[in-house]
């Protein structure tokens, strides 16, 4: 699935890139002028472990809920590093409600968000909705899995997402020795993110 971006000097294609818009079953077109693709159309990369609830509120408010965990598995390069950009509006649930959200997501090792309340960190920050932006090392493999665990500390609990990106990352970091152990390097595969 392509993302395009252009600037008035280039165009730059990416295959190795997404961009999600939950719960929709048509392509969507953002104010920035982005093109969101149903996050059917990756079926079968996609794998939702129980039924997901849909929705339906507002076309911005189209959002996917798990009461169980659920993996979205994405092909990526494994010699790319990624950012991946979650969307988060809680104030869209019309029949849930979105103060019992409270959920964890995982890639491989890492944990992105632990007992995450989207809710309350809206609240907190007096934002109508929220994005998570987070930057991974290159996946071994080639399979970013991005899995969406409710908490299991509270009752009645669920997680959902309203928006997925995947970017693959120029290489724009060098490694570089730390300071006082120029022979030591930190593995970002077995660190905490």
């Not at 719960?23 to 693709?37: E, F, K, L, P, Y």
């Not at 029949?95 to 609240?123: E, H, K, M, P, R």
């Not at 109508?128 to 899995?147: C, D, H, K, M, V």
Request: glycine share 4%; hydrophobic share 40%; net charge negative.
């Amino acid at each position: 699935i392509p993302v395009s971006s252009s600037s008035s000097n280039s165009s730059v294609s990416n295959p190795d890139s997404f961009v999600l818009s939950c719960g929709v079953s048509s392509n969507v077109t953002d104010a920035d002028g982005r093109n969101w693709i149903p996050d059917s159309n990756i079926s079968p990369l996609l794998i939702i472990l129980s039924p997901p609830l849909l929705n339906r509120k507002t076309l911005l408010c189209l959002l996917l809920i798990f009461k169980s965990e659920a993996t979205y598995r994405f092909a990526v390069s494994p010699n790319n590093s990624h950012w991946v950009r979650l969307h988060f509006y809680p104030s869209c649930f019309s029949t849930y409600n979105s103060s019992a959200a409270y959920f964890s997501v995982t890639t491989g090792d890492f944990t992105l968000l632990s007992n995450f309340s989207a809710f309350i960190t809206a609240q907190a920050l007096t934002q109508a909705y929220i994005i998570r932006e987070f930057s991974l090392p290159p996946i071994r493999f080639g399979t970013l899995n991005l899995t969406f665990t409710p908490s299991s500390a509270y009752n009645g609990t669920f997680a959902f997402v309203n928006g997925i990106e995947i970017i693959s990352m120029p290489e724009i970091f060098q490694s570089t020795p730390m300071v006082g152990f120029s022979d030591q390097f930190i593995e970002a595969e077995n660190s905490t993110v």
